[in-house]
């Protein structure tokens, strides 16, 4: 069972230039999430999903989009890198009424 | 707005010894969870622990377990008997009423041998 998988692992950008995170989960899970990892941080969420079809806005959404057109992927996007987007990304996901998060293992974005 | 903080950047201690990590928040809310994350070098999440705060008794799990004091808005966590496995990055976590999560800057542990 693969759990929550996010590719790519590591990516370098430019700025300006555009990319897009995947995150594909296994477990039917509603519930998905994309955060941002930064040093001396806590966890910050850009946006979240309650469902196929459905995204809102988290603590910090500017400069990212994301869709969530299949249950299963959420898909996290820069339109136009900039370099304080360099962050370790995390996708998490859970079931309807559940309080703990399954968690990807990370994806390094350095933006030049 | 809720907030969560944990006031030590960095730990230590000896193999076999016993450490706490500590942890407040800030609420108005009456209902909610607390937990403890752990992140190895591997960078993966992984949940340690939780608390539901209207749970007086404390959760243990194995070798770790929480000191948690409503009144105070303090949620510690002891690890005992200390093995190498244990080095990571702790991280304390609030749950808000309508599910989000409200995360601390972390801890980092070190084990020594």
């Known amino acids: 069972n693969a759990g929550v998988t996010q590719t790519p692992k590591f990516r370098v950008l430019k700025t300006g230039q555009s990319m897009t995170l995947l995150c594909a989960q296994d477990m039917n899970h509603e519930y998905m999430y994309w955060y941002r990892q930064d040093p001396g941080m806590g966890l910050r969420l850009i946006h979240y999903s309650v469902g196929e079809g459905t995204t809102a806005k988290g603590e910090v959404p500017d400069g990212y989009n994301v869709s969530r057109l299949k249950k299963q992927n959420f898909l996290l996007g820069l339109e136009s890198a900039a370099p304080s987007q360099t962050s370790v990304y995390f996708c998490?996901?859970?079931?309807?009424?559940?309080?703990?998060?399954?968690f990807g293992a990370g994806s390094r974005l350095t933006v030049l | 707005a809720q907030t969560v903080t944990q006031s030590q950047p960095e730990m230590s201690v000896q193999e076999a010894e016993t450490v706490t990590l500590s942890c407040t928040y800030d609420?108005?809310?009456?209902?909610?969870?607390l937990f403890w994350y752990k992140q190895p070098p591997s960078r993966q999440m992984i949940l340690v622990i939780r608390?539901?705060?209207?749970k007086q008794q404390n959760a243990t799990e194995n070798r770790f377990s929480v000191n948690f004091q409503k009144a105070a808005k303090s949620f510690s966590l002891k690890i005992s008997d200390s093995q190498l496995g244990d080095a990571a990055m702790y991280f304390c976590a609030y749950r808000t009423t309508n599910y989000q999560l409200i995360w601390g800057a972390g801890t980092k542990l070190i084990i020594k041998p």
């Open positions: 609420t108005s809310e009456s209902d909610y969870y």
């Open positions: 608390q539901e705060a209207y």
């Open positions: 998490a996901s859970r079931v309807s009424g559940a309080n703990v998060l399954t």
